[in-house]
């Protein structure tokens, strides 16, 4: 079963948790990868309308990478991964307001349940973490 991490750095603070199944998160950053290739989605067309209609900088909700390193590219990748915890912040409090503002994203947001919670606990996740770090990252099995 897929699963999405979030660290933080530095970890001055408990591994954050999510409350619910963050599997509507993480199908939402990975249509949101796809959205430039023209995918057909509710979470493509919610991205979409993020990045053309509200001008929201989704990059950093984007960004993310798969946990499971299997050479050094992946690890280099991985470690990429990490970003400002701000930018994260500033990023999905942006989408959260949009989503609130406009009824059609609101709409394509309610095709995944509890994405919009998942949104706010990712958001003050973000918050938490202060001027650090903060990682997002996926493993498609979670055994």
Do not use: N
Request: aromatic fraction near 6%; hydrophobic fraction near 50%.
């Amino acid at each position: 079963m897929p699963a999405l991490f979030v660290e933080t750095d530095p970890a001055d603070t408990p591994t954050p948790r999510f409350s619910t199944d963050p599997r509507p998160l993480l199908a939402l950053i990975s249509f949101g990868v796809a959205e430039p290739f023209g995918t057909q989605h509710p979470l493509t067309e919610l991205i979409r309308g993020l990045k053309q209609t509200h001008r929201v900088d989704v990059g950093p909700l984007l960004t993310f990478y798969d946990r499971d390193v299997e050479d050094a590219e992946d690890a280099a990748k991985l470690d990429a991964a990490w970003q400002p915890a701000a930018a994260l912040r500033d990023c999905v409090a942006a989408a959260r307001a949009a989503i609130a503002d406009d009824a059609a994203l609101a709409a394509l947001a309610a095709s995944e349940p509890d994405l919009l919670a998942l949104l706010a606990e990712l958001e003050a996740m973000a918050s938490a973490a202060g001027p650090g770090r903060i990682r997002l990252s996926f493993r498609l099995d979670d055994g």
